[in-house]
């Protein structure tokens, strides 16, 4: 059973700090990593992909990838409180079908 | 964003009903997607296709099945519906991408969802 486990949360930090959410897989043969935001009652969003190692910056978001360590971050920057919902990590697998397997999300608020 | 509907948005059926959902998508993408959202589960995979003639079992497809009548519309049947049944249900699309590597065209789209509650 391949799994994406990320930090349990709730996690909460103040308007202008970095909020740093952390993702680990099981898969090593996967290649694209994906970070999705989704407000309650809401659909989930695309906000950020990676597949390369080290960082990618859009923004306010950083997405960070380690392979070897089987790891991907997403840092936001001058956290909002519009940043406020929970932040799904998706790894594809290395099947030919290259599904995507979600992680439980981290429920982030930023307070005013 | 109205890319990819699903209809109903919401539905409360009883136990041993037959329930369909239905997706459409205005994206053209080859690629559709079921999912089921629990609290605390993340999102899980019900069923997916590639193509009309392609469908495929998720990780959770037992209870569930599924109908691509085109390319813009993927189903989700639920032939007797059961109380652990009710969920956020979630219809996803996605294509490939040239120019990057060939698992990037998991990025998928998802539509608005439909929350159903089985009694």
């Known amino acids: 059973q391949k799994e994406v486990e990320q930090n349990s949360g709730p996690l909460s930090v103040p308007e202008g700090a970095i909020a740093s959410l952390n993702c680990t897989y099981s898969?090593?043969?996967?290649?694209?990593f994906f970070w999705y935001r989704q407000y309650s009652g809401k659909s989930p969003e695309l906000i950020m992909f990676?597949?390369?190692?080290g960082d990618k910056e859009d923004g306010r978001f950083t997405a960070q990838l380690n392979k070897a360590s089987q790891y991907v971050s997403l840092l936001i920057r001058d956290s909002q409180p519009s940043d406020s919902a929970t932040y799904l990590c998706a790894v594809d697998s290395s099947g030919s079908a290259r599904q995507l397997t979600f992680g439980s999300g981290t429920q982030l608020t930023v307070l005013p | 964003d109205a890319d990819v509907t699903q209809t109903p948005r919401n539905r409360i059926t009883k136990t041993g009903k037959r329930i369909m959902l239905e997706c459409s998508q205005t994206?053209?993408?080859?690629?559709m997607y079921w999912y089921r959202q629990d609290p605390g589960l993340g999102l899980r995979l019900i069923y997916y296709?590639?193509?009309?003639?392609?469908?495929n079992k998720g990780e959770i497809s037992d209870g569930y099945s599924v109908s691509r009548q085109a390319q813009a519309k993927f189903s989700l049947s639920l032939e007797s519906a059961i109380p652990n049944q009710t969920a956020l249900y979630f219809c996803?699309?996605?294509?490939?991408?040239?120019?990057?590597?060939?698992?990037?065209?998991?990025?998928?789209?998802f539509g608005p969802g439909t929350r159903l509650t089985v009694l």
């Open positions: 296709s590639f193509d009309v003639k392609d469908i």
């Open positions: 990676i597949y390369s190692n």
């Open positions: 898969d090593r043969g996967s290649q694209s």
């Open positions: 994206k053209g993408h080859d690629r």
């Open positions: 996803a699309t996605s294509h490939p991408r040239s120019g990057v590597p060939p698992s990037s065209y998991n990025e998928q789209f």
